[in-house]
């Protein structure tokens, strides 16, 4: 094999990243060079999101970029794979010429099949296997980090939320088994990594296809009897799910971190039922506040959208209100991206400077809370996560911090390991973040 590196680019969220892993993993067992790096490949392999106007735009001009490097002589040939892939393939080889072979998310599997095809002087390939499919179990190449890492524990949507499309694009909600994913875990924190977070479109829908009931909690009692395995932190809980034998589970245990990503995107009835979305406003409120009160010390992330179809002025003053009140700790604030094929695309909304500016009015609200749930950590002392040193501070993550969206803790001291845990006493904080010292 005269040139046998291959450059792997992944874009979008963890699950996708989870994917790309996979990727790389198969085509390193087949006896490629796999790399980050794009200069020299043979073939690069662009894994991509697609399923809002940002994600699309962010892949578009990735594609264009490296079919400019391409065009340039610093790699041979390029393969999108992905949401992008998947969405649009009836039209991107016509519209976007410097694809060489695209994959859907139906056919990760066969990117070995994919390379081969154009290191041998093929046709393109297009390759687009079943997404309802029940999901291949693979390897993967670790690239977060060596102390933590993403668990995806199911594939796919049936929420059919107005506003979303992914279950046309990645298909019907589909658990692996569970003693797949226990003997995953165990293999990772055999490798060192500490921390697992639990990912899927809607995590507490876990095993209802499977084993015809809900099985999130009893995944979550096996994963924690890996005896290596210090932390578990639990993404994409949907709020009209979650039961109590879930909030005592997360309560009792203390490898289950107190910080819960629960997205609800709006607060107001009209809009939730608007967008399809499952449970009303009254049952989001009390969720929170049967989490504050059964859960010491519990973080709450979500997710909201502004200028969804349905929110007028009224609607999003609740919204204001509702994030004052609860001072959710953490959120993600967007505005609305109305996407082709989804009913709400059809619906009367705001227009786009009008759900911008209010995303960026809640942006304001939600930094004020955060500044206040930081300020009140002050003097109290925590396990972090090291990931790193910035020059001046090390830094890391408490049960509060999940990678890639929140911050970090700021930690001053000496000998201090990286990917190992200390113990480390808020102080004060420094430019909007936590700053502590080990003890």
Same mark, same amino acid.
């Given at each position: 094999?005269?040139?046998?590196?291959?450059?792997?680019?992944?874009?979008?969220?963890?699950?996708?990243?989870?994917?790309?892993?996979?990727?790389?993993?198969?085509?390193?067992?087949?006896?490629?060079? +796999?790399?980050?790096?794009?200069?020299?490949?043979?073939? +690069?392999?662009?894994?991509?999101?697609?399923?809002?106007?940002?994600?699309?735009?962010?892949?578009?001009?990735?594609?264009?970029?490296?079919? #400019?490097?391409?065009?340039?002589?610093?790699?041979?040939?390029?393969?999108?794979?992905?949401?992008?892939?998947?969405?649009?393939?009836?039209?991107?080889?016509?519209?976007?010429?410097?694809?060489?072979?695209?994959?859907?998310?139906?056919?990760?599997?066969?990117? +070995?099949?994919?390379?081969?095809?154009?290191?041998?002087?093929? /046709? $393109?390939?297009?390759?687009?296997?079943?997404?309802?499919?029940?999901?291949?179990?693979?390897?993967?190449?670790?690239?977060?980090?060596?102390?933590?890492?993403?668990?995806?524990?199911?594939?796919?949507?049936?929420?059919?939320? %107005?506003?979303?499309? =992914?279950?046309? =694009?990645?298909?019907?909600?589909?658990?692996?088994?569970? /003693?797949?994913?226990?003997?995953?875990? %165990?293999?990772?924190?055999?490798?060192?990594?500490?921390?697992?977070?639990?990912?899927?479109?809607?995590?507490?829908?876990?095993?209802?296809?499977?084993?015809?009931?809900?099985?999130?909690?009893?995944?979550? $009692?096996?994963?924690?009897?890996?005896?290596?395995? $210090?932390?578990?932190?639990?993404?994409?809980?949907?709020?009209?799910?979650?039961?109590?034998?879930?909030?005592?589970?997360?309560?009792?245990?203390?490898?289950?971190? $107190?910080?819960?990503?629960?997205?609800?995107?709006?607060?107001?009835?009209?809009?939730?039922?608007?967008?399809?979305?499952?449970?009303?406003?009254?049952?989001?409120?009390?969720?929170?506040?049967?989490?504050?009160?059964?859960?010491?010390?519990?973080?709450?992330?979500?997710?909201?959208?502004?200028?969804?179809?349905?929110?007028?002025?009224?609607?999003?003053?609740?919204?204001?209100?509702?994030?004052? #009140?609860?001072? =959710?700790?953490?959120?993600?604030?967007?505005?609305?991206?109305?996407? #082709?094929?989804?009913?709400? %695309?059809?619906?009367?909304?705001?227009?786009?400077?009008?759900?911008?500016?209010?995303?960026?009015?809640?942006?304001?609200?939600?930094?004020?809370?955060?500044? /206040?749930?930081?300020?009140?950590?002050?003097?109290?002392?925590?396990?972090?996560? =090291?990931?790193?040193?910035?020059? +001046?501070?090390?830094?890391?993550?408490?049960?509060?911090?999940?990678?890639?969206?929140?911050?970090?803790?700021?930690?001053?001291?000496?000998?201090?390991?990286?990917?190992?845990?200390?113990?480390?006493?808020?102080?004060?904080?420094?430019?909007?973040?936590?700053?502590? #010292?080990?003890?």
């Amino acid at each position: 094999m005269k040139n046998n590196k291959i450059g792997m680019v992944s874009l979008g969220c963890a699950k996708n990243l989870v994917n790309s892993e996979q990727m790389m993993y198969l085509l390193s067992e087949a006896g490629f060079e +796999v790399t980050g790096e794009t200069d020299g490949a043979n073939v +690069v392999v662009l894994n991509t999101c697609g399923f809002i106007e940002s994600a699309k735009m962010e892949a578009i001009e990735t594609i264009i970029e490296l079919g #400019e490097a391409k065009k340039a002589g610093r790699f041979n040939k390029l393969i999108v794979a992905g949401c992008l892939a998947q969405r649009y393939k009836d039209e991107i080889f016509a519209e976007m010429p410097e694809i060489d072979g695209l994959i859907g998310v139906g056919s990760f599997g066969e990117i +070995v099949t994919a390379v081969r095809a154009l290191l041998d002087g093929g /046709e $393109k390939p297009a390759l687009f296997g079943d997404i309802n499919a029940p999901l291949e179990e693979t390897g993967r190449l670790l690239t977060s980090s060596p102390a933590w890492t993403y668990l995806k524990i199911a594939e796919g949507c049936d929420n059919r939320c %107005a506003f979303c499309a =992914i279950p046309d =694009i990645r298909g019907r909600f589909r658990s692996r088994p569970m /003693e797949n994913i226990v003997r995953e875990a %165990a293999e990772l924190t055999a490798r060192g990594v500490r921390e697992l977070i639990i990912v899927a479109q809607d995590s507490t829908r876990y095993g209802l296809d499977l084993y015809d009931k809900r099985s999130l909690t009893e995944l979550l $009692k096996r994963l924690c009897d890996i005896e290596d395995l $210090k932390w578990l932190r639990l993404h994409y809980l949907y709020p009209h799910e979650m039961d109590d034998e879930l909030i005592d589970l997360i309560a009792e245990n203390d490898k289950i971190l $107190k910080y819960l990503d629960i997205p609800i995107q709006h607060i107001s009835d009209g809009v939730l039922a608007k967008m399809r979305r499952r449970g009303t406003s009254g049952e989001i409120r009390d969720l929170i506040s049967r989490l504050r009160s059964r859960i010491p010390g519990v973080v709450i992330r979500t997710s909201v959208i502004t200028g969804l179809p349905g929110e007028g002025e009224r609607e999003f003053e609740e919204l204001c209100d509702f994030l004052r #009140e609860a001072k =959710i700790e953490r959120a993600g604030v967007f505005p609305y991206s109305p996407e #082709e094929g989804t009913p709400a %695309a059809e619906m009367v909304r705001a227009d786009e400077e009008t759900a911008m500016r209010r995303a960026e009015l809640l942006a304001d609200i939600q930094a004020r809370v955060l500044d /206040e749930f930081n300020e009140s950590r002050i003097g109290q002392t925590m396990p972090v996560l =090291i990931e790193g040193h910035n020059g +001046v501070h090390y830094y890391g993550r408490s049960y509060a911090e999940s990678p890639d969206v929140d911050g970090y803790v700021l930690v001053s001291g000496d000998n201090i390991r990286i990917n190992e845990f200390v113990q480390v006493r808020i102080i004060r904080t420094q430019d909007g973040e936590p700053l502590g #010292e080990v003890i």
